[in-house]
């Protein structure tokens, strides 16, 4: 999937915001935003988008697939069954070559969130050891969440093969996520952002968007 083709499909579902005033998790201020919680009601292009993903990775060997969750247990999900179909031989139409069909399956697991951590329980920390390993996430703002992941998944003897995203949009590095072999995203989006106290959204009283990001919590903030 180019990439004009996943922001078309994010845009489509109303995953991207643009000309409007968002205080960001990081409390900075800035335009635009992706509202990955608008992909997943729809399975359609949610399936695209991980099919891209998977395709990505196809020739990787990867046993199992996991994320962060909450939202990335339904990407784990899709790209795990793209990426099983694709080596279990089924052709576009969903048919079967049956010699084809002894191949191992690529699992899907998520990593729980315990306080600040990431852990790998459910009895899925058994099915880590010595699996490659493909982490996947929605959007990667500083990759904290997937770092942790990788960590996680290293912990327990499991070989980190690449990090596939929806959408990297803090310009994050393999180095900064434990130095994975490879990020791939089908996008790369670079907002703009202000510090708050120096927004020029704020200084020209433009009002800010409190349904996604952290808006409600800085009016509230502001009022106290
Ligand atoms: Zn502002």
Known sequence: ??????????????ALITDSHIVYTSGLHGTAYVNKDKIYPHTHQTSQLCEAIAKHFSLRSIGVVIAPAVGGVILSQWVAHCLDIRRAGFDTLGRLPEEEYKIEEVLSVYADKEGDDFVIKRGYEELIPGANVLAVEDVLTTGGSVKKVVEAVRALGGNVVGVGVLCNRGGVKPEDIGGVPEIYALATVNFESYPADDCPLCKQGVPINTSVGKGREFLAGKAT
């Open 1 to 14: 999937m180019e990439e004009n083709h996943a922001l078309r499909v994010m845009n489509q579902v109303g």
